[in-house]
């Protein structure tokens, strides 16, 4: 079995609700950008997530693993640091 190399960016995601802070794994060498305008990918595995309610930033849950369908992101964009 091959082993496909990942990078790893720090990103925030905005759904209707809720703000996703966490590890998304792209292909190496690879930008977001890409990652995101792969037509194939209907859902993006985060890591190391918190998950906050937009309404009052309270924190909903902390899990190592989700996945976010690409239908429900509203914005995305990396963090700094």
Do not use: Q
Not at 3 to 9: G, H, Y
């Amino acid at each position: 079995m091959a082993v496909i190399k990942k990078d790893t960016i720090r990103v925030m995601i905005i759904t209707k609700d809720h703000r996703i802070e966490g590890d998304m794994h792209i292909l190496e060498g690879s930008r977001l950008s890409d990652s995101l305008n792969s037509k194939n990918k209907d859902f993006y595995a985060i890591t190391n997530a918190s998950i906050h309610r937009v309404e009052d930033d309270r924190l909903v849950a902390s899990p190592e693993f989700i996945v976010v369908a690409r239908e429900a992101i509203a914005a995305i964009f990396p963090m700094e640091g």
